[in-house]
C-alpha cells in the first residue's frame, strides 16, 4: 500500500487502494456539524466586486478576529515537507494539536522514535519539543510569559517545578480519527513526474492527491480547511474541488494554495524565518475567511508583513516560477563554464564580477554539476507541460532547454574523468565523495552521483567506492540499481559498487576522486567557518528560546545552551536573538526490543539518515599519500583550491577553472 508521503510514492503505479477497503467507507461525519460562513460574513465588512470577489486592495485590511479558530491540525504526508512543516507548526503553536498522518506505519515508527526517517540541521531538536514536550525555565523570573497561547509561570525561578510544556505534536496511521477531527488540513502527499500514459516524462503524476482527496471526501467534516502543500500543477484546487463535489455534493469545504519554498538542507531554517508565506485563495468571503485562518498560525512566529494572499491560480503557479528561475540561473552560470573551459577565463572571476550587478545579484552563481533532487527538474517538466498544453510551444521550448543544459553539464563531467584517462578505466578505481545532491541531507532521489556512476560503469572500472556521511548504504545501493537496471546486474556492476563509512578506505588506492556533493568537510583548504561535529541531544539539555519585539517566541535550532555569539550556521539554523527563556528537553521515547535501526547503528554497517557520520575535514595529505598514480580529482562542485592541491601531488579538472 502506498504512503501519502510526498517522497515515497512510486511514480509508475496508480492508486492500490480497492473499492471495499476500510479508507473509502462510507462517510462517518456527523453532517449536523455544519460550517456557516454567513456568521462569519456578519462580523466583518467586506468591499466586494460586481463577481463577488473581494478586492485586492482590502487583502490587508482583512479582520482575522472573525476567522475560524484552528484547533485541530492533520498534515497527510509524512515526508520532507510534511514532517517538518507540521513539527514547526506545532513548535510555535503549543495549543494547536498537529497530527501527521501516513500509511507508512513504519515510517511512522520512527517519527516517533529517536530515529527520525529524515535529516535537516535542526529537525531533531524540533520534533523533540514538539512530540515529547519540554520543560520550559526563565532565566529572569520578572514578568509572566506567554508561550503560543501558553501562560509561563510568573516567577519560575522560586519554583520547585518548572512550567512544562505539553507535547503537540502527533504522528498516526489513522486515517478516519485524524482527518475527522481537523479543522485544517494539509496535503503534502507525493506528486512526481509521470512515467506512463499521457504525458510521461513531463505531467505530474496525481495517482496520490486524487485518493487522499477521496478520502477526505469521506471523513472530512464540514467547514474543514483544505490545504495544498505538495508542488502541484495549476488547477489542482479545481481539481480537488470537483472531485469533492462529485463525491459529497453541497458539503461546504474551503481550498487554499501554500505553496511550499523549503530547499532541503536548510528547510527548519526556511520554515522558521521564509522569505515569504504564499496563501492562494478562492477571493470569496469563505475564501477570504480560510485564508485568515490559515495566516492565524503563521502568524504566531511570522510576521504579517511576510505573509501574502493571492488568488489560488497565481498561488499553484508561483512555485513552478521560482524552481524553473532558480533552475534556469543555475543553467545559465554551467553554460558560462563551458566557454571558460575552451578560452582561458575564469568562472569563478565571472561569477563575482556578474554577481556585483545589483540587478543581478551573487545567489546561485556556483558553476558545478547541475542540479539534482526531485523538485527542480519535476518544477521544470511540469512548466514545460503547461505550456505545450496552452499551446505556448516556443515557452515551453525555452524552459525545457534549461533541463537540457543541466543534463549535458552532467555528460561533459564524465567525459572530463573519460578523457583524462585517454578513454580506458579498465584496472582503474573510482571514489565517490557524496552521493547526496546537495550537502547536508540524507536524501538520495535525484541523485546526480547515480548518473555519473551509469555512464563510468559502462566504461568497465576495477572498483566504484562511495562515501557519504548522511545518506544510508541501502538507499545509495537502491538508487544505483534502480538507474542503471538491468545493465548494473547484467554485467556484474553490482560486485564493482561498495558504499562504506570510512572517507579513507573510500579512497585508498583510488586513481580518480570525484567530489559529487558540496560538503564543507571535503573542501580544500578547510573552510573558515569549520563546522563542529554534532553532538547528540539528551535529556536536561537547554534549548534556547528567544522573545522578538513582536513578543513572539522562536527556537535555536543550532546550539542547545550557547548564547548566539557561538552559533555556525554552516552546522544548524541559526535563529537566535537573546536568552530570556529556555526549554529544557525531556528523555525520548524508548525503542521498541530488536529495533532496527538501533541493531543497524550497533553493527555499524550503515549510516543513519537522521545523524551524519562525521563532520570532520578531510586530511587530504593522507588520502593524496595513498591514492594510485595518476592522482586526479574531478571538482564537481569548485570547492578545491587547484594550487593547493597540486602541492599535495593530486592534479585537479573542474568546471570553467584552469588546472
Not at 515551453?396 to 534549461?402: L, P
Request: some cysteine; glycine content about 6%; hydrophobic content about 35%.
Amino acid at each position: 500500500m502506498h504512503s501519502f508521503d510526498e517522497s515515497s510514492c512510486d511514480a509508475s503505479t496508480g492508486p492500490t487502494t480497492s473499492n471495499d477497503s476500510s479508507l473509502l467507507a462510507a462517510s462517518k461525519t456527523d453532517e449536523s456539524q455544519h460550517f456557516n460562513s454567513s456568521s462569519y460574513l456578519e462580523a466583518g465588512e467586506f468591499d466586494l466586486s460586481e463577481d463577488g470577489l473581494i478586492n485586492s486592495r482590502s487583502a490587508n485590511h482583512f479582520d482575522r478576529t472573525v476567522a475560524k479558530t484552528v484547533r485541530n491540525i492533520c498534515v497527510v504526508g509524512a515526508g520532507y515537507v510534511g514532517g517538518p512543516t507540521a513539527a514547526v507548526i506545532a513548535l510555535h503553536n503549543p495549543s494547536i494539536r498537529v497530527e501527521v498522518l501516513d500509511r507508512d506505519q513504519c515510517r511512522i515508527a520512527r517519527w516517533k522514535s529517536s530515529h527520525l526517517p529524515i535529516y535537516e540541521p535542526g529537525l531533531s531538536k524540533v520534533v523533540r519539543v514538539a512530540r515529547d514536550g519540554a520543560y520550559i525555565l526563565d532565566h529572569d523570573g520578572q514578568d509572566p510569559v506567554s508561550y503560543g497561547g501558553l501562560d509561563v509561570d510568573k516567577d519560575l525561578s522560586t519554583s520547585k517545578q518548572p512550567s512544562k510544556r505539553p507535547g503537540n505534536l502527533f504522528f498516526t496511521s489513522d486515517t478516519y480519527e485524524s482527518i475527522y477531527q481537523a479543522d485544517l488540513i494539509f496535503l503534502a502527499v507525493a506528486t512526481p513526474t509521470k512515467t506512463f500514459g499521457v504525458g510521461a516524462g513531463k505531467a505530474t503524476n496525481m495517482c496520490a492527491l486524487d485518493e487522499v482527496v477521496k478520502e477526505l471526501a469521506t471523513y472530512a467534516k464540514p467547514g474543514t480547511i483544505l490545504v495544498e502543500k505538495s508542488t502541484i500543477p495549476c488547477g489542482t484546487a479545481r481539481r480537488i474541488r470537483n472531485i469533492l463535489n462529485a463525491l459529497r455534493p453541497g458539503t461546504p469545504f474551503e481550498i487554499l494554495s501554500n505553496p511550499e519554498f523549503l530547499s532541503e538542507g536548510t528547510a527548519v531554517e526556511n520554515l522558521m524565518n521564509p522569505d515569504r508565506v504564499i496563501i492562494g485563495s478562492s477571493g470569496k468571503p469563505s475564501g477570504r475567511l480560510a485564508a485568515a485562518s490559515l495566516t492565524t498560525v503563521y502568524a504566531s512566529w511570522i510576521p504579517t508583513s511576510k505573509i501574502i494572499e493571492i488568488n489560488v491560480w497565481s498561488a499553484e503557479l508561483s512555485k513552478l516560477v521560482a524552481n524553473a528561475m532558480l533552475a534556469q540561473r543555475i543553467s545559465s552560470i554551467n553554460s558560462i563554464s563551458a566557454i571558460c573551459d575552451a578560452t582561458g577565463a575564469d568562472i569563478d572571476e565571472i561569477a563575482e564580477s556578474v554577481g556585483l550587478d545589483s540587478r543581478i545579484g551573487p545567489q546561485v552563481l556556483k558553476a558545478g554539476l547541475g542540479f539534482g533532487g526531485s523538485c527542480l527538474r519535476k518544477d521544470l517538466s511540469s512548466l514545460t507541460y503547461l505550456a505545450e498544453s496552452l499551446g505556448l510551444y516556443d515557452v515551453a521550448h525555452y524552459w525545457n532547454q534549461v533541463n537540457v543544459m543541466n543534463e549535458r553539464q552532467l555528460r561533459r563531467f564524465t567525459e572530463k574523468v573519460v578523457y583524462r584517462f585517454d578513454e580506458n578505466l579498465t584496472g582503474k578505481k573510482i571514489a565517490f565523495l557524496g552521493f547526496a545532491f546537495k550537502k547536508n541531507i540524507g536524501d538520495t532521489r535525484g541523485s546526480l552521483a547515480v548518473e555519473v556512476m551509469r555512464d563510468l560503469l559502462r566504461e568497465r572500472p576495477e572498483k566504484v567506492s562511495i562515501f557519504d556521511p548522511y545518506c544510508k548504504h541501502e538507499d545509495i545501493l537502491r538508487e544505483v540499481e534502480h538507474l542503471c537496471g538491468s545493465s548494473y546486474t547484467s554485467t556484474g556492476f553490482s560486485s564493482n559498487v561498495e558504499v562504506t563509512n570510512d572517507v579513507y578506505q573510500a579512497c585508498s588506492q583510488a586513481t580518480a576522486i570525484l567530489i559529487i556533493s558540496d560538503y564543507d568537510q571535503f573542501r580544500y583548504p578547510v573552510a573558515e567557518a569549520e563546522d563542529k561535529k554534532a553532538q547528540p541531544q539528551k535529556a536536561g539539555d537547554m534549548v534556547n528560546i528567544f522573545e522578538t519585539n513582536r513578543s513572539t517566541l522562536e527556537i535555536n535550532c543550532l546550539s542547545i545552551g550557547k548564547p548566539s555569539s557561538s552559533l555556525h550556521l554552516r552546522t544548524e539554523a541559526n535563529i537566535s536573538v537573546s536568552n530570556r527563556l529556555s526549554l529544557t528537553l525531556v528523555p525520548q521515547p524508548e525503542c521498541a526490543v530488536q529495533c532496527p535501526d538501533c541493531a543497524l547503528a550497533s553493527d555499524n554497517a550503515f549510516t543513519s539518515s537522521s545523524s551524519p557520520s562525521s563532520f570532520e575535514p578531510l586530511d587530504w595529505k593522507r588520502i593524496a599519500d595513498h591514492m594510485e598514480e595518476p592522482k586526479w580529482a574531478f571538482d564537481g562542485r569548485g570547492i578545491l583550491n587547484i594550487a593547493g592541491m597540486w602541492k599535495l601531488g593530486i592534479r585537479v579538472d573542474t568546471f570553467g577553472r584552469q588546472s
